[in-house]
């Protein structure tokens, strides 16, 4: 994509068009490393999600 397209896909965040392809980087090297077919995303963060598999063990 261009910077244009990114910034048009990106909306809101159109700021960081620039930006976007280094930080999926490091995401599209942990994927290629460990053979992942996908990926989850979460708006939770990693504290949130280790209590949540903590509760779902009780």
Do not use: C, W
């Amino acid at each position: 994509m261009t910077h244009a397209e990114r910034a048009e896909v990106l909306g809101t965040e159109a700021n960081r068009a620039d930006i976007i392809i280094s930080g999926l980087l490091p995401l599209v090297e942990l994927i290629s490393r460990t053979g992942a077919d996908k990926v989850i995303f979460s708006a939770s963060g990693v504290r949130e999600g280790l209590l949540q598999e903590y509760r779902m063990t009780l």
